[in-house]
Every structure is written in C-alpha cells, then in structure tokens.
C-alpha cells in the first residue's frame, strides 16, 4: 500500500535514502502515484480553466478565482514531488532541496509580481508567508498534539538557534523603517514623513530622498542575511544535524519513496513551470479583483496567497505533531520562515537590482510592529522547550487578529 505524501516529513532521514535506492524507474507507477496520492488533486481541473480564463480575458474575478484555485494543487504535487526525490537524495542533499522547493509557490509569485513591478504585492506576500508559518501552521501544530499528548517537548538548542536567526532576520526588516525615519525626519520634516508612510504606500520605494540609502542598506543586507542562511544551513544539514532529528522509535517503519528519483524530477520541473504560468495569472488579476470585491489587496496579499503557498507545510507539519515529532515540526513551520525572511526576501532584493526594481527590506510601519511582535510572541513559548495546546490557541489568536487588522 502507497504511504500518505501528507503524512511524510519534509527532511528525509539517511536510512530513508538508503532503503530508496532499490526502486527501479517507473514513469506509469511514478505518475500515478503522484496525481492520484491526494484527494487535493481532483483540483487540478483547475489548471486549465485558469489558462483559458486568461486567453479568453474573462472577468478579473473569474481569473484569480480559477488561478487561486489552480495553485492549490500545483503546490501539493510540488511537496509531494520534492519529498519523493529527497528520500533517494538523503538527508544533506534532501535538506538542501527542500530547502529550495519548499517555499517555491511563494517564490514563483514573488517573482511574477516583481516582473510586474508590483513590488507592494512582493513584501505583503512573502511576510505573509512568514506570519502564517509562525502563527497558523505552528499554532495549528501545537494544537493538533493537545488531543494526543499532555505535553510536548522538542530539542531546545535547535529551536533557540532557529528562533535567534529568526529574529535577527526581524531586527534586519525593523532597521530599514528606522533609517528611513530619521533620515526623512532630518530631510523633508515630521509632515513628510507622515505623508510618505501613511497606509504603507511609501513602501517599499518612498517617494523622497531617503531611497538611495535604503537601496545600499538593503542591498548590503540582502547579501550579510544570504551568507548568514548557507551558515544556518551548514549548522543544520552537516555540523549539528543531530539536533534537528526526531527521535526514531523502536520497531518505526522506514519510508519508502513511492516514485523513482528520475520521474520526480521531471515532475518537480513540469510543475515547477505550470505554477509560474498559473501565479503571472494570479497576479495579474489582483488589482480588478479587489476592486470588485471590496476588499483590501494587502489582505489578499497577505492572508490569502500565503494559505494557498503554504498548504503542504500545513498538513505536514500538523501530522508530525500529532505523531509526536515536534523537531520536525518546528524544522516545517519555523524553518519556512527562516527560508523567506533570512533567504528568499534577501533573494528577491538583490534579482531586482539588476532588473532595475527599486525593492527594498524597508517595509511599512504597521508590517514591521506586526512581524516583530510575531516572532517575539513564538520566541517565548519555544525557549521552555515545551509546547501544549494552549500555546497553539494563543498563536493562532494573534493570527487571526492580525488577519482581521487587515481585512478592515
């Protein structure tokens, strides 16, 4: 019988590699296994409805409707795929894919909105990205291991060293909004500096004299963030991996991948380019679409976009807390944030810069209150070393505080 993809974690262990290496190629069984693994993938007819819905130029609504929908599947088969080849890789190589692919539907947006120049949509994206990592899957995650443990508890040091970079990622984004107050302030006077910060639309290119400071800080930054997550990546796939392992119990079963390595990376690329169509879709319609509903583009930005990215981290996240595999888990939610905010974010900064995109790390006033108290909120329920369904109640609470503040 096929294992449940969901179930899976998303790091391979090296046993998972070792006992993969049998499995001959099988493109039929292979592609099966991947469009009929998950009960998501009755979504995919889905997928070429939001093709035809932007050749036919229907309505802006009936376009991201139909791409929104697409997305939510492509980033299933995107998880499931990248998990499968990451069991026949090991754990160093698998973790290094993951922690490529992982994050690739919030990537692919980003860049379909940076090619755009809607470099607005770019921040709200990925920080929203980052806070449902921290708020919603972990918070869901704690939760979920209430009805089945008294108490959780978790590697301490590897959480203390995934929360501290996660904070100096934070403190990296809080920097910016700082220099560009003083240097506005010093410059153009306090009424400029209301004036270009007033519901965010100074960010992230304010329209004053602080912007080519903001480009070198970022810039600089970008660089000093990106050297600092290979480091993290070094400390957690080669030096102290042990530390983020879950502990393997007597008498487990070993996965077993159920798609040869070839078929799964033919499959990681095919999907890979079908979700860069489906999201320059997605976010072409977003403008008319919130005209027509009424509502917020910053909350499509950063609530919706983000469920549909992080839909497989969700599920996998919530079921390893269920088992018990907290390291897992906080390896899944927090390490995805870690991946935007100290590697994809930076990233992005600097792909612009050739592009002639003036994006910056500054984000705007109430973003960057928002993420700190976020990240400070799961800084203090991960230094115990514990976790219990009370814990997940009040991180999911801020999340959807913070998802109402936007919405209204």
């Known amino acids: 019988m096929p294992n449940n993809n969901e179930n899976a974690p998303l790091l391979g262990n090296g046993r998972n590699g070792q006992s993969s290496g049998n499995k001959k190629f099988d493109p039929i069984g292979s592609t099966r296994y991947l469009l009929l693994g998950s009960w998501l993938n009755v979504l995919v007819v889905f997928i070429p409805l939001a093709f035809v819905a932007d050749l036919l130029h229907w309505s802006a609504a009936l376009r991201f409707t139909m791409s929104f929908m697409a997305i939510i599947p492509l980033a299933k088969l995107l998880g499931d795929a990248t998990e499968q080849l990451s069991m026949k890789l090991g754990q160093t190589l698998g973790g290094l894919l993951n922690a490529t692919f992982g994050n690739a539907v919030e990537l692919i947006v980003a860049i379909a909105a940076l090619m755009q120049n809607q470099l607005r949509l770019v921040q709200m994206s990925l920080l929203g990205s980052v806070l449902s990592n921290l708020l919603l899957v972990l918070g869901m995650s704690f939760f979920a291991s209430g009805f089945y443990f008294y108490e959780a508890t978790f590697q301490m040091t590897a959480a203390q060293a995934s929360s501290s970079l996660l904070t100096l990622a934070c403190i990296t984004l809080i920097l910016p909004a700082a220099y560009h107050a003083s240097e506005v302030d010093s410059l153009n006077g306090v009424a400029d500096l209301f004036k270009s910060l007033k519901d965010g639309s100074g960010a992230p290119n304010p329209p004053d004299a602080s912007l080519k400071g903001l480009l070198m800080l970022s810039r600089g930054t970008s660089i000093i963030l990106l050297l600092t997550y290979i480091g993290y990546l070094i400390f957690q796939l080669r030096t102290h991996s042990q530390l983020f392992e879950a502990d393997v119990a007597e008498g487990e079963e070993e996965e077993v991948p159920d798609m040869d390595p070839i078929s799964s990376g033919v499959w990681l690329c095919i999907i890979t380019v079908i979700t860069a169509f489906a999201a320059d879709v997605l976010v072409g319609s977003i403008d008319e679409t919130a005209q027509q509903w009424k509502i917020p583009k910053r909350f499509i930005g950063l609530i ?81 070393g514990r976790a219990n369904y009370m814990e997940g109640v009040m991180l999911m609470a801020l999340y959807l505080v913070i998802a109402l503040s936007y919405l209204v």
Do not use: Y
Not at 316 to 322: E, I, K, L, P
Not at 361 to 369: D, P, Q, R, Y
């Open 304 to 384: 919706l976009l983000p469920l549909v990215g992080n839909a497989a981290e969700h599920v996998t996240s919530v079921w390893m807390a269920c088992k018990g595999k907290m390291e897992l888990t906080i390896g899944v939610a927090v390490g995805s944030s870690i991946q935007i905010a100290a590697g994809m974010i930076p990233l992005l900064v600097l792909i612009a810069w050739p592009l002639g995109r003036d994006l910056t790390l500054f984000f705007a006033n109430f973003e960057t209150i928002t993420l700190f108290v976020s990240v400070m909120l799961v800084n203090l329920l991960l230094q115990d």
